[in-house]
Nanobody, 125 residues
């Protein structure tokens, strides 16, 4: 059974930084792409960032490009999201997802098999 556990969320002022972490277990982590999505109150879940199995391919939503960095450590079964220059509109619950395959940095939620429970990020103005 795959388990994904996010951590690192919290309250930060606009312009600040946070680093989210996601610990994965249950199947061969290094074979699968990983992604971060977020959901704000009253809105649908949206793509934030993704990384291929090797780390060599990444994708970002236009709204976070240049501010967020996704990375992974296959030796530790971890994926990270470094968030810089945070804005109030980044406020959401952030979810880590594990994709069904690995070769690309997938941007659609249906391409992901498993999800974590989410971690709250709140950015105050």
């Amino acid at each position: 059974q795959v388990q994904l556990v996010e951590s690192g969320g919290g309250l930060v002022q606009a312009g600040g930084s946070l680093r989210l972490s996601c610990a994965a277990s249950g199947r061969s982590f290094r074979n699968y792409a990983m992604g971060w999505f977020r959901q704000a109150p009253g809105k649908e879940r949206e793509f934030v960032a993704a990384v291929s199995w090797s780390g060599g391919n990444t994708n970002y939503a236009d709204s976070v490009k240049g501010r967020f960095i996704i990375s992974r450590d296959n030796a530790k079964n971890m994926v990270y999201l470094q968030m810089n220059s945070l804005k109030p509109e980044d406020t959401a619950v952030y979810y880590c997802g594990e994709a069904s395959v690995g070769s690309y940095a997938y941007t659609r939620s249906y391409e992901y098999d498993y999800w974590g429970q989410g971690t709250q990020v709140t950015v105050s103005s």
